[in-house]
């Protein structure tokens, strides 16, 4: 099965390209860090799985964790509720497993 694909666009304004470019950052790079930060912005936001994050980002998985972790980005980030929830969950186990 193939993925599709799309292609977006966004305008940069000249003078920045050039400096950019200037650095040594070239529209493959840049193409590369953009997909990447989006990638990281909306798995964070929780609006993309760790896997379709990855997928956007262009990485595999492990990867993709590890250029979260470099980004100070947490892997894993339970809301206080859904932590709760969990310990609840795995109590309940623990019981089950003893009786």
Do not use: C
């Not at 950019?20 to 989006?38: K, M, N």
């Not at 379709?52 to 980004?71: C, H, P, Q, V, Y």
């Not at 947490?74 to 009786?99: G, N, W």
């Amino acid at each position: 099965m193939s993925i599709q694909t799309v292609i977006i666009e966004t305008p940069i304004p000249e003078d920045v390209l050039r400096t950019l470019q200037a650095s040594g950052v070239f529209s493959e790079e840049l193409a590369r860090d953009a997909r990447q930060l989006l990638a990281m912005h909306f798995y964070q936001k929780r609006f993309l799985s760790l896997g379709k994050a990855a997928r956007l980002a262009g990485l595999e998985r492990w990867r993709f964790i590890e250029l979260l972790s470099e980004n100070r980005v947490p892997v894993i980030d339970y809301s206080d509720a859904e932590l709760a929830a969990e310990f609840t969950a795995v109590d309940r186990l623990a019981d089950e497993m003893h009786q």
